[in-house]
Nanobody, 127 residues
């Protein structure tokens, strides 16, 4: 059972930056992907970004493309989400997750494909 610990959320003003981190209890395999999702109050969880652990291939939701960057630190079993130019509509609880066994290049975007989830970290962006 992989355990994920999300961290780095906070309250910031519009235009500011935050970096989220997600530490896994064990190293993802070469066929795993890690992703970030978010859920705002009374809304469904939505995909934000994902990275294939082995290849580093990435994919972003249109709403964050050009502002957010997902990266990984292999030695630390950690994935990061650098969030720049934050907007009030980015306010949500952010969750990291691991999708097991999708291949070196695959970056799943739908939440049912993810097997393990972090506890979430709150990001609040004020206008």
């Amino acid at each position: 059972q992989v355990q994920l610990v999300d961290a780095g959320g906070g309250l910031v003003q519009a235009g500011a930056s935050l970096r989220l981190s997600c530490a896994a209890s064990e190293r993802p395999s070469t066929t795993d992907a890690m992703g970030w999702f978010r859920q705002a109050p009374e809304q469904e969880r939505e995909f934000v970004a994902a990275i294939a652990w082995s290849s580093g291939n990435t994919f972003y939701a249109d709403s964050v493309k050009g502002r957010f960057t997902i990266s990984r630190a292999n030695a630390r079993n950690t994935v990061y989400l650098q969030m720049n130019s934050l907007k009030p509509e980015d306010t949500a609880v952010y969750y990291c997750a691991v999708a097991v066994g999708y291949g070196r290049w695959s970056v799943p975007t739908d939440s049912p494909r993810y097997n393990y989830w972090g506890q979430g970290t709150q990001v609040t962006v004020s206008s």
